[in-house]
């Protein structure tokens, strides 16, 4: 296929004979508030709040009895009885049940990569128009019955007889009656996150004020865009809530720098992470609408932002030679370079908040001129961005993040900034998304505010 | 009906003192020979600034299959006024034993969708006190407004008979309205039922009418076994025929041979759209695909 081992090239610049691409717009998006595990959502499952958000960018955009292109989403957190998710929210939806859907799972990156799929097959012309989701309940978990006591429970269901039945059962020992819960530890290393970020936190030599700092104004900036109505056609209210109840408005510095820190112990006087500046277990789920521009015209629904490009990366955090949560240091390079951009060009940055530490690592790891060097084969250091750019209305430190849902939430938030923004130096908008995610990976994206062509 | 005043009550009355409270009126009256009103009561009951329990809401949502959104279920208001519309039933003028009265269809009006959170105002009263081929029938009728506007959100007309039981200057019913033949159709979903059906909608909607909850108190009533509540398969139903439905619709049931417990349903759901493809209204039959019995039919339709 030689089409395949040429290098990618920019999505807008196909060559001759294969057809220009088509616009993937964000038309808007929705989601629910989100609730701190065991809070307002501890009885909703992933279908019941997937559902509530889905019939809330349907009535904001009046898609009831719609036949949409396809839905996409996914939860992290999964019911095994749940395969379906995606599809059966649509069936509980006003959409049209003739409305195609399949689920996703990529971890953390599970609602941005949705965007982009969806996003990809609108640009080639295969759907008009797309719902992009996600959805998690860290309070609704699934709890597996044990390794042992599944084992026995399919043989006897294989068991034909009362004394083979009998036989099964009598290998049953009171330790295979112990619950599986869901944990969020790394498979192959037993480190749950926060303490693979303490590692990376620390080998970046992240400071606890630094971390508190970031956390201090994601607080800050959620709280404004609420009281200045930026969430207003961005969230339903669902179950009594109508903000986010990780939220609070009045954290200080001082307050943040008397929590004990729960992640990196080991690390003694070194470990920074608290609770403060590492985000909690939430509920909560989100979704977008994608288009094509005629789609969106039709309907006389607004086009906030294009997808322009995405990107995923993958680092070898098994055997240490970078953290957990570092892939979208690698992604955002190969990203820029794809779409011939550097960080002046962006006037937005939306760097997901699963720890403080993991942005200001990031961050680190792109102004790191050995870094640059000889992990990303450039000149020197990527670059700096501008911290005034940086997740200016909050993000999950102070949003929570119900894992799946985050992607959803940026992706709409961050279409509706650049909208309102406008153009820079003649040329539109630009804003790029960061998503670290479990298993060592990341998905980094670029939207620019919508601008009509020239001469419509 | 009635032009009087209603009797305001401070709360919602605990349906599970209605249910001692009329087994021992009916004691009462039985040991006495006491013949209580051949009248109806005059007056409703009204109980304001009903909200719905969020916890309770999930369980009824997830019980009956709906999704778990902010907008109250029909039938989960129907539930919310249930507990108003059994005090009436329960006054000690009231005509007929309260306990042993069989439902025999029910009538709701869905004006409007009702959000989780809206303030209620639930009033009940009985009318219509009839003859029927088997006893004495009569409508409970139940109206839930908007405690903030006043706004008529929901009419609910459940229709109850005391069966044997022919109270003086009631007519006899003129006609033997005895159930058509039944021809099943093909089914389009089967319902499995546990034993335990008629305990989990008690514990969601409140109401432990003693036929419900176990073989042996179902017994002591006079039944074989335990029986699924009637507004538990109508709301099944109405959770199946689904989001298509219109914010406002009518919802009707009929219901036919109880559903002992445990058992397998078989329903059939048919739609009908207007012509411009928009939902106009759907059909439901339910039936015991043993025997052929039919169980209950009832339809929804865009208001």
Not at chain 1, 383 to 392: E, M, S
Not at chain 2, 185 to 191: C, D, E, G, I
Request: include cysteine.
């Amino acid at each position: 296929m030689p089409a395949a081992a040429q290098p990618a090239s920019a999505p807008q610049e196909t060559s001759e004979g294969q057809g220009t691409l088509r616009k993937a717009v964000v038309v808007g998006g929705n989601r629910i508030p989100f609730a701190r595990t065991g809070g307002a959502y501890t009885k909703s499952s992933n279908q019941d709040m997937l559902t509530a958000a889905l019939d809330g960018l349907i009535a904001r955009f009046g898609l009831q009895e719609e036949r949409i292109g396809e839905v996409a989403a996914g939860a992290v957190l999964k019911h095994s009885r749940d395969f379906n998710l995606t599809r059966e929210a649509v069936l509980g939806s006003a959409l049209s049940p003739e409305t195609p859907a399949y689920d996703l799972q990529q971890a953390c990156a599970t609602g941005l990569e949705t965007v982009l799929g969806l996003a990809n097959k609108i640009k080639l012309g295969q759907i008009d128009s797309a719902i992009a989701g996600g959805v998690d309940s860290a309070s609704d978990a699934p709890i597996a019955v044990s390794e042992g006591l599944r084992e026995i429970l399919l043989d006897l269901n294989r068991a034909k007889s009362l004394p083979e039945r009998l036989k099964v059962l009598s290998r049953l020992r009171p330790k295979d009656l112990a619950p599986d819960a869901p944990n969020t530890g790394e498979p192959r290393t037993g480190l749950s996150m926060g303490e693979h970020q303490a590692l990376t936190t620390a080998q970046w030599k992240i400071g606890r004020e630094a971390q508190d700092e970031l956390a201090f104004n994601s607080h800050h900036n959620l709280a404004a865009a609420y009281e200045r109505g930026f969430f207003d056609d961005l969230v339903t209210p669902y179950r009594g809530l109508s903000r986010d109840s990780n939220l609070r408005p009045d954290t200080s510095m001082e307050k943040l720098a008397t929590l004990k820190p729960v992640f990196g112990k080991s690390l003694g006087a070194e470990a920074t992470m608290t609770a403060g500046n590492s985000t909690p277990l939430t509920d909560g789920a989100s979704t977008v609408l994608l288009g094509a521009e005629e789609w969106a015209d039709a309907r006389g629904l607004p086009k906030l932002a294009v997808v322009v490009d995405g990107e995923a990366a993958a680092v070898d955090f098994v055997h240490g030679k970078d953290g957990l949560l570092m892939a979208p240091a690698f992604a955002v390079p190969r990203l820029l370079a794809r779409n011939g951009l550097s960080f002046e060009d962006f006037d937005f940055f939306e760097i997901h908040e699963a720890f403080a530490g993991t942005v200001l690592s990031t961050l680190a790891a792109w102004e790191d001129e050995e870094f640059g060097r000889t992990r990303l084969g450039l000149d020197g250091a990527l670059g700096k961005i501008d911290r005034a750019k940086l997740n200016v209305n909050g993000s999950s430190l102070a949003a929570g993040h119900p894992f799946a849902a985050t992607g959803g939430r940026i992706v709409a938030s961050l279409a509706k900034m650049l909208q309102e923004n406008g153009p820079v130096d003649g040329r539109p908008a630009r804003g790029l998304i960061s998503i670290c995610a479990a298993g060592g990976q990341g998905v980094v994206a670029i939207l620019e505010a919508y601008s009509a062509p020239e001469g419509r | 009906m009635s032009t009087e005043q209603p009797l305001i009550l401070g709360d919602v009355p605990s349906l599970s003192k209605l249910y001692v409270n009329a087994a021992a009126t009916a004691a009462r009256r039985r040991m006495l020979g006491f013949q209580a009103a051949t009248v109806l009561p005059q007056g409703s009951h009204e109980v304001r600034g009903v909200q719905a329990d969020v916890g309770n809401l999930t369980a009824y949502q997830h019980l009956i299959g709906e999704s778990a959104s902010d907008v109250l279920p029909a039938g989960f208001i129907h539930a919310l006024a249930f507990p108003v519309a059994m005090s009436v039933l329960n006054r000690d003028d009231f005509p007929l034993p309260l306990l042993g009265m069989i439902h025999l269809q029910n009538h709701v009006e869905q004006l409007q969708a009702v959000q989780f959170g809206e303030l209620l105002d639930i009033r009940s009263w009985a009318e219509d006190m009839r003859g029927h081929r088997a006893g004495t029938q009569l409508d409970v009728v139940a109206e839930v407004r908007s405690s903030a506007d006043g706004a008529l959100l929901w009419r609910g007309v459940s229709t109850y008979l005391a069966k044997g039981v022919f109270l003086p200057g009631v007519d006899k019913a003129t006609t033997a309205a005895a159930p058509g033949e039944f021809t099943p159709p093909a089914l389009t979903a089967v319902w499995q039922l546990g034993v335990d059906t008629g305990r989990l909608y008690a514990a969601v909607s409140g109401d432990f009418n003693p036929i419900h909850l176990s073989l042996l108190s179902a017994k002591a009533l006079g039944l074989p076994r335990s029986i699924a509540h009637g507004m538990y398969l109508a709301s099944r139903a109405l959770a199946d025929v689904g989001s298509v439905k219109s914010e406002a619709f009518r919802w009707d049931v009929k219901f036919e041979a109880p559903v002992f417990l445990p058992a397998r349903v078989a329903l059939e759901i048919s739609t009908l759209h207007f012509a411009s493809g928009a939902w106009e209204a759907s059909d439901y039959v339910a039936w015991n695909p043993r025997s052929g019995r039919r169980h209950f039919s009832g339809s929804v339709t865009a208001l």
